[in-house]
């Protein structure tokens, strides 16, 4: 299924989102759209407020300032309606160890009202717990307790999964295997998931988009994937010239190492090239390089960068 991003509301909204405790602010004035059907990550380091601000998304704390909307509902004054479009795990989720996997899906689904056999079976295929759904949770490892969690989170249909940091302790199958059932969970059942990270690799593989927060506050957020799927990333030409001075002047970009720096795109270096040559600068070479988001994002951050 495509979702066109564009044509439909976001599925959550969060409007000057602001948390304070004592003078301190955790979280400052983040205004951010999460589009429906995407894998949207949320990347900072440790301390750049993630778990602050799920934690309000799913009514864990209130809000100082500004709101929440999820699915049209406002947070503040339409709590019930707005959490119930959301499946979360904050913190490890709360098994039953001596039931097994199975039996704690049944439990869970007796607290929510509409979740029929069929559905539990559906959630368990989505995480692909299938084999081992009978066994008792004290005999699961670390990552087939959080694809528990995950199928609890899921019974109830939620239009937004908020994960935080679901990848901690996961070995890199476990991380794989989280990666493909996410993407699969957004693909067949049109989920919006909302993941946290400090992780920026493991963000480039998972998600659409990518929102960046440091100290609180949005930095920036990134389309991951072009439209057609690939990796989207910014291009930028080095133009190898004799005065870095006057062609600066001339095509603007910044100066390094003795070359023109210009973020643009392809087509345009017939253009910029011809106004260098016409400009009277010898050009000895244009390249192109392709810059990785972490690049992008060290130099956003100047150089402080996330682990
Ligand atoms: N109850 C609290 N009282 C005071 N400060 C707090 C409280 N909870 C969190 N903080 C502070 O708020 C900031 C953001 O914390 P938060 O847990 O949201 O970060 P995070 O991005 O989830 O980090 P991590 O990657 O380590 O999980 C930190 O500086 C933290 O020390
Ligand atoms: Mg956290």
Do not use: W
């Amino acid at each position: 299924m495509t979702v066109n991003a564009a044509a439909t509301e976001p599925v959550a909204r969060l409007i000057g989102v602001t948390k304070r405790i004592g003078s301190k602010t955790l979280v400052g004035d983040l205004t951010l759209d999460i589009p429906a059907g995407q894998v949207f990550g949320f990347l900072g380091p440790n301390g750049a407020g993630k778990t602050t601000t799920i934690r309000m998304m799913v009514g864990l704390i209130s809000i100082s300032r500004g709101d929440i909307v999820i699915g049209g509902r406002s947070i503040k004054t339409n709590f019930e309606e707005a959490v119930a479009q959301v499946g979360a795990i904050v913190e490890n989720p709360e098994m039953y160890k001596f039931l097994t996997g199975y039996q704690n899906l049944k439990q869970y689904a007796r607290m929510v009202s509409g979740v029929t056999k069929q559905r539990i079976q559906e959630v368990i295929e989505l995480v692909g717990l299938g084999s081992r759904i009978h066994d008792k949770v004290k005999s699961y490892s670390l990552g087939m307790r959080q694809r528990l969690g995950v199928a609890q989170a899921l019974l109830h249909r939620p239009k937004l999964l908020i994960l935080d940091e679901p990848t901690n302790g996961l070995d890199p199958q476990g991380i794989r295997e989280l990666r493909d059932y996410l993407r699969r969970l957004c693909r067949e059942e049109g989920t919006t998931v909302f993941v946290s990270s400090h992780l920026l690799s493991e963000m480039e593989l998972m998600c659409d988009s990518v929102a960046i927060i440091q100290n609180g506050k949005l930095i920036d957020v990134r389309q991951l994937k072009s439209e057609e799927g690939g990796q989207a990333q910014g291009r930028k030409f080095v133009f190898d010239v004799d005065n870095v001075q006057s062609a600066q002047a001339l095509i603007g970009g910044t100066v390094k190492d003795a070359a023109i720096v210009v973020q643009t795109v392809r087509e345009d270096i017939p253009e910029l090239n011809a106004k260098l040559v016409s400009g009277g600068v010898k050009v000895y070479g244009i390249k192109e390089v392709v810059v990785s988001l972490e690049d992008q994002f060290l130099e956003m951050t100047g150089g402080e960068g996330i682990e």
